[in-house]
């Protein structure tokens, strides 16, 4: 059974750092393309960034990019999602999602299984 575990979420304040994680079980960790989400109240969930199966291709959504970094450990069956000058913008449900297809890892219906999500709230 495959399981994609988040954490790191919390309350900050603008201009403050968050790192999320997300452990994956139940699959071959480096076989998967990994990528994060978030969903905000009454919006459609949105691509945040997405990492390549061994980490050396990443992709940002234009709102995040140089402001968030992804990375993943393989050996840990870990990625994670380090978020830094966060705006109340950022305020979401961040998930994380893994796929196994070799392309269009910025599309939601791209990804085959997903974590159940962390909360981030931004305080101006």
């Known amino acids: 059974q495959v399981k994609l575990v988040e954490s790191g979420g919390g309350l900050v304040q603008a201009g403050d750092s968050l790192r999320l994680s997300c452990v994956a079980s139940g699959l071959a960790f480096d076989t998967y393309a990994m990528g994060w989400f978030r969903q905000a109240p009454g919006k459609e969930r949105e691509f945040v960034s997405a990492?390549?199966?061994?980490?050396?291709?990443?992709y940002y959504a234009d709102s995040v990019k140089g402001r968030f970094t992804i990375s993943r450990d393989n050996t840990k069956n870990t990625v994670y999602l380090q978020m830094n000058s966060l705006k109340p913008e950022d305020a979401a449900v961040y998930y994380c999602a893994g796929t196994w297809s070799s392309n269009g890892w910025t599309e939601r219906g791209t990804y085959n299984y997903w974590g159940q999500g962390t909360q981030v709230a931004v305080s101006s």
């Open positions: 990492i390549s199966y061994r980490g050396g291709s990443t």
